[in-house]
């Protein structure tokens, strides 16, 4: 069975809409982590305390305030670098998405 070219992009549309839709969505989940250590470094350098539970993975641990504070910002460090690899991937979905678009016309 032979399947029309006009389907064939048709569908590559959707499937790069449904990509693009997922990262959105990813990218929305990331901020929200990101705002919440940078909300936690916040409150932490706020705080008189000397030391601070921190969550690592699998497990609470007691740390000095000043290395809760390096955890965080290392933290959100890897997650804006994430944000910014799903930035460029949304922008070459709504790129190759144009492609397609030009192509029908």
């Known amino acids: 069975m032979k399947v029309h070219g006009s389907v064939k992009k048709t569908v590559a549309a ?12 990813q990218a929305i989940r990331l901020a929200d982590k990101y705002r919440a250590n940078e909300d936690g470094k ?6 008189e305390e000397k030391h ?11 740390v000095s305030k000043g290395k809760a504070i390096e955890e965080l910002g290392k933290q ?3 997650l804006r670098g994430e944000l910014e690899q799903i930035d460029a991937d ?3 979905k709504d790129d190759r998405l144009d492609d397609l678009a ?4």
């Not at 916040?42 to 705080?47: F, G, M, P, R, V």
């Not at 030009?102 to 016309?105: F, H, I, L, R, S």
Request: hydrophobic share 40%; charged share 35%.
């Open 76 to 78: 959100s460090l890897a």
């Open 52 to 62: 601070t539970w921190l969550y690592l993975g699998e497990s609470f641990i007691k």
């Open 102 to 105: 030009a192509v029908e016309e």
């Open 42 to 47: 916040e409150q932490l350098q706020k705080t």
């Open 14 to 25: 959707q499937a790069l809409r449904d990509d693009k839709e997922f990262a959105e969505e």
């Open 90 to 92: 949304i922008v070459d």
